[in-house]
């Protein structure tokens, strides 16, 4: 009972800081996405990120056959639509260059910097994701999205 509490317990541990905490600590950065599900971990270094040798974050992680990419903002000024719009496109890249698609996406986590663009938000990504959408949390941020978008998303994807 113990050695599997352990087990579990080292899973949890795994999976939380070794996915969140080890790009900032550097650890087994590479560019490539060649993972198949084999329970080695691919971490891609967001472009801006490239000549450093920690960087702030990964911009997508691909493990066990799960893509996790980091949340996307829009910097520069425009609507909501506009935000929107150009944060889905960068998502799809991201997971593309990871190895999966939008039509893969099992989970979106959207934050909007005011809750009364829920519905412009929500034109712009009706559809983005297939006949089949993912499941998906929605929450305004106090203080606002870093870096003044007005839209963050991030979200994990199936590989196959």
């Known amino acids: 009972m113990n050695n599997q509490r352990r ?7 795994t999976s939380v800081f ?9 650890k087994n ?8 599900g084999t329970g080695e971990i691919v971490r891609n270094r ?15 992680v691909v493990h066990n056959g799960l893509v996790y990419v980091a949340g996307k ?10 935000h929107t719009e150009f944060v889905l496109d960068e998502l799809k890249k991201e997971l593309e260059k990871a190895g ?21 938000m929500n034109e712009v990504y009706l559809g983005k994701f297939g006949k089949n959408p993912p499941v998906r949390t ?8 870093p870096g003044d ?12």
């Open 7 to 13: 087990n579990v317990l080292r899973t949890i541990v």
């Open 18 to 26: 070794g996915l969140a905490g080890a790009a900032v600590f550097g």
């Open 29 to 36: 950065l590479v560019v490539n996405s060649s993972n198949t």
């Open 46 to 60: 967001r472009e801006e990120d490239k000549d450093q040798e920690i960087p702030l974050f990964s911009s997508s």
């Open 73 to 82: 903002g829009a910097h520069f000024e425009g609507d909501i639509k506009d």
């Open 100 to 120: 999966s698609s939008m039509e893969k996406v099992l989970k979106v986590n959207v934050y909007l910097a005011d809750l009364h663009d829920y519905k412009a």
């Open 138 to 145: 929605t929450v305004a941020v106090y203080g606002g999205v």
């Open 149 to 160: 978008s007005l839209v963050e998303i991030d979200c994990i994807a199936a590989l196959k």
